[in-house]
């Protein structure tokens, strides 16, 4: 027997309903059996009939009753064992629990360490808060809100694309129409996208060893089968991959991560050629070529392809910043149709607002003075560096990849290995990163370097961070 | 002889790399050839040396040249054929340039469309810009402001993943924890990620027969055998998919699409156990299910799994916006292990600040506020709809999956079939959408139904729509 409790804010019809789904799920009520019929429970209790049909109506729905107001509800078979043997030892569900917990993200850093030499993060002074703003606010009161409620443009916002086109000219020589631009949130998706792209035609990858971990996780979670090719002096090494059977290459050649190293122009063209007469493609991940000290930026590999054999890839994580999301793809013309076929149906993975917040951001001026800001403050930045490292240093270490970027590789020659370079870093507050990670084959790596992030510090501590790390490792 | 423009406001050091770039180049200056010293040319041509030293660096770095200041600069080997054999026939470049020009995506409108019973889209009316500005605002102005220059979270923000876990308990029954949920940016970047967490082990996924042809493509494009089971009155087919060898399906059990069938509860147990017995997991995408009329939400799948082997996933495309690419995975805890090792290194794919627009929307009940809003606002919309249709067209048709979502059914037996249902839609002004693509197998199609959605238009457009359609379909 139902007793409804007026003073429960829970609606009449919930309660009637929730009463008899608990009547069939213990058993109480079984197959075949037939309820009150709305008027008679309606009546009993001394509510509408609506109430009642609301409840029996929803009990229909999620299939545990059959039948109509005018003939009268029947219990529908239900599986009371199963039921409750799927509900027992809730416990499995936490199966794995602890080991989740524990296995922290590896992100957060020790409340002791002072000076954290980390490459990923920006320093939020870089970040032009004011300019974004107004971008923002300007996208949240123009006409063109509506198009807040659509998915707007699968591969990205025209406008945007026109910006950043003319952007990749002028300051990395990159030739192409906003057609063949696709955003993307983040680098990691545009190789989803890509790898997604030719899956079906190619297995395999070929990739610079040592090369950036995460872009190399990306193709293994895409089945890929990735190939480290040794880099000499001037890039990738073509008779290595010649060698092997890679029609696809995932190469940094105007600042090779993590090492820094400059792809000469001889061996861009060769690559090119190579990749012609393969019929391979090379995705250039041109990731913060932006940011080159003491020289301009190194044209793209893009501009030297004629041929339509370079997909390149590009993302304003390093120039702008992470948390915004937004990488895009250049694809070369011989790949639109394909894309179009597998991508008909996808939607652009950037934020409309953001997106035309840039847009803004690109034509008013404000991204070329970011460049130039950005460029100024962390050229002061590398070049107190290496002053500091040179001083303290001098000739017990070697340092590779300066001149460009947010981060330098160094060589300590001191007997130290990696592992123990990072430990004594963190005794005295200091945190240098490993570069292992960064190689497939480890014996390929001499143990002996730590990667060294400047970006979001400041010049003061940087010197006293070298300073430190000095005091330990000599 | 370099002959420096002083009124070219190009730099000088760019005129001289520039010159001797072309001379190597176009093949007058060769392998070994010595370029003048930096003193002897800075004399003559009354510059500073440093302006001649940068010109050669650069040139160095690029690969042209070698040597240093003190021992003189020499041309490194540069192969001219090749050069100008990438660089002819730029023609190749635009192969393919009509073909995808031509090519329209097929999501713009013809301009004599004046009634468009389009699904995708939201009506910007709904939308809570005002309160949205405010939570954006509120981010922009905040002193949280500093992790803009960040990655983050690279699961997504707590706070919001916290937020969202009690609006999934309270309205979908979801029983998770924060650690669990997975930001995404939209549902087939969720789909992604979990084709990519199951390729090693799975090459197999079973589908709703017919079902959201977008996720089908996606997990096509990851080389994933799908397996279309057709679907009976209570949703998928147990036997049929038993006899399959999939491990993973792909389902919507509250919502079915695009039939809008709702999976009954004896289902529901039965397809877990099924799950639990064969080590397989069951997606239940969410999509629209805060949207019911006429009846409470269905409870979601994951609600009754205690055994872990449902990945939920759900969307704010439907009841948000699409333009926002905001989507989130739950993990069972069975899972979350594996997640880690192969999502160690990827970040976050959703905006940082909307990511926190979003939780502070949900804290100060703007969401929920919102959800009755727009569940409101369609039910009308809905029962318009319905009511237009069984006056004009009566028991001409039948409409399938109604009573919730954004979109219904129309079966129309006048005898045309699908393409001339819509052709003679769009003569009269009206669009209306094929049913077929949801169909992997077209025969299992009696192709004679349209998908008519209404969210995007008024109340009065309805009528006005379905009274067209009436004269041109009967």
Redesign the interface.
Known sequence: MIVLDKNENEPKY?QI?KYYKSQIVTGQLVEGNRLPSTRSLANSMGISRNTVE?AY??LC????LTGKACSGYVV????VY??N??????T??????M???Q?S???DIKQNIKYNFQY?????K??P?RT??RA??EI?NSYE??????????CGESGLRKEIMKYLYFSRGV?CKP?QIILT??T??AI?LIC?LF??DYSEVALEEPCY??AR??FK???MKTIPIPIEE?GISIPILNASNAKLVYTTPSHQFPTGK?????????L??WA?EKNAFLIEDDYDSELRY???P??SLQS?????RVIYINTF?KSF?????MSFIVL???L??KY?Q?????????????QKAMQFFMQDGSWSRHLRKICTANKKKHDALLAEIHQCMKDKVVIHGNNAGLHILLEVNNGMNEKELISRAEEVGVRVYPVSVYWENQENYKNNMVLIGYS?LTEEEIKKGIQLLQSVWF
């Not at 030297?304 to 339509?308: I, R």
């Not at 597998?342 to 953001?354: D, G, Q």
């Open positions: 919930l309903y609301a109506q929803q729905t999620e299939g545990y529908l078979p239900f599986d199963l039921y043997d799927l509900l027992d030892n809730q499995q569900k936490n199966a794995g629990i080991e989740v917990l296995d993200s590896g992100q990923e993060e920006l320093n939020i870089d970040f808060i974004w703003k923002i606010n949240l809100i509506d198009c807040l409620s659509s998915y707007n443009d699968r030739r057609e949130s983040g990691l998706s989803s997604q899956m079906d971990d995460s996780k990306a979670n895409h089945q001037d400059v792809m000469g122009i001889n061996k861009r063209l060769n090119i050629k012609e003491n020289s301009r190194i044209p030297l392809d004629y041929k339509g994580s910043t992470p948390s915004l999301r070369p013309y011989s639109l149709k179009k597998k991508f008909s149906r996808y939607n652009c993975t950037v934020s409309w607002i953001e979001s």
